[in-house]
């Protein structure tokens, strides 16, 4: 069973288009987290939530929005998508904020702004 | 966190030990060593993470200096699937707003 699954894998959309990116984890964990990496392969924290609330929010647009509606799941849902949104995006989970035993990651997904 | 300085890349023959460096001297008393990895395309890797003792675990042994100003990553015998960016992250881990904050890492090529 996959411990953080992301769907969908792959995402090719339009400029100006709205998409969600769906996150869910099976390991019982209390805290999630959405991760960008640009082409770059820079791999830059954008949101944390700690039992449905968020706690981090690295000065990410407001065109990005993170939704918990339990601690299972953390979707992104991104407005008005622009070229520079093109990435993969990585959501993770760890055990408690402290996540003192290491962050779980999901395999990513790959968005391709048009 | 502290910062963290690694080689940018390494190559290693396949069944040797990789050993990878990480230097990090304004690291303070509170703050962890952690690995991570990253293989193509995939989301990182949880690997090892360690204060000030030496740890070991089924993936790899993680060594410290005395001083906590560097560490290494040992993987003792390296196969084709350690070919991967490895990360060295240094941060404190207390309650309240924790993240793992992300360098450039070392990309590790095992040579066959």
Same mark, same amino acid.
């Given at each position: 069973?996959?411990?953080?699954?992301?769907?969908?894998?792959?995402?090719?959309?339009?400029?100006?288009?709205?998409?969600?990116?769906?996150?869910?984890?099976? %390991?019982?964990?209390?805290?999630?987290?959405?991760?960008?990496?640009?082409?770059?392969?820079?791999?830059?924290?954008?949101?944390?939530?700690?039992?449905?609330? &968020?706690?981090?929010?690295?000065?990410?647009?407001?065109?990005? !929005?993170?939704? !918990?509606?339990?601690?299972?799941? &953390?979707? %992104?849902?991104?407005?008005? &998508?622009?070229?520079?949104?093109?990435?993969?995006?990585?959501?993770?989970?760890?055990?408690?904020?402290?996540?003192?035993?290491?962050?779980?990651?999901?395999?990513?997904?790959? %968005?391709?702004?048009? | 966190?502290?910062? @963290?300085? =690694?080689?940018? /890349?390494?190559? *290693?023959?396949?069944? #040797?030990?990789?050993?990878?460096? *990480?230097?990090?001297?304004?690291? /303070?008393?509170?703050?962890?060593?952690?690995?991570? #990895? =990253?293989?193509?395309? =995939? $989301?990182? =890797?949880?690997?090892?993470?360690? +204060?000030?003792?030496?740890?070991?675990?089924?993936?790899? /042994?993680?060594?410290? @200096?005395?001083?906590?100003?560097?560490?290494?990553?040992?993987?003792?015998?390296? @196969?084709? #699937?350690?070919?991967?960016?490895?990360? *060295?992250?240094?941060?404190?881990?207390?309650? $309240?707003?924790?993240? +793992?904050?992300? $360098?450039?890492? @070392? #990309? +590790?090529?095992?040579?066959?």
């Amino acid at each position: 069973d996959t411990a953080v699954s992301q769907t969908p894998k792959y995402l090719v959309t339009q400029m100006g288009n709205d998409k969600s990116i769906k996150c869910e984890q099976n %390991l019982g964990h209390d805290t999630m987290y959405w991760y960008k990496q640009d082409s770059k392969k820079f791999l830059k924290i954008m949101f944390s939530y700690n039992n449905k609330e &968020l706690i981090i929010n690295e000065t990410v647009p407001n065109r990005f !929005s993170p939704k !918990s509606p339990d601690k299972a799941h &953390l979707n %992104l849902h991104i407005n008005s &998508l622009e070229l520079g949104d093109s990435a993969v995006y990585f959501c993770a989970s760890s055990q408690g904020a402290r996540g003192a035993r290491g962050y779980t990651f999901g395999s990513g997904t790959r %968005l391709t702004v048009v | 966190d502290a910062k @963290t300085t =690694q080689p940018t /890349s390494m190559d *290693c023959a396949e069944g #040797r030990a990789a050993n990878l460096p *990480c230097n990090h001297s304004t690291i /303070s008393g509170n703050e962890y060593v952690y690995w991570y #990895r =990253q293989i193509h395309s =995939q $989301g990182p =890797q949880y690997i090892i993470h360690g +204060l000030k003792n030496n740890e070991t675990n089924e993936m790899a /042994s993680l060594i410290i @200096t005395e001083d906590r100003k560097s560490s290494t990553l040992i993987l003792p015998h390296a @196969t084709l #699937r350690d070919t991967a960016v490895y990360y *060295c992250i240094v941060r404190v881990v207390n309650f $309240g707003n924790e993240k +793992l904050t992300f $360098g450039t890492g @070392t #990309r +590790l090529t095992i040579i066959p």
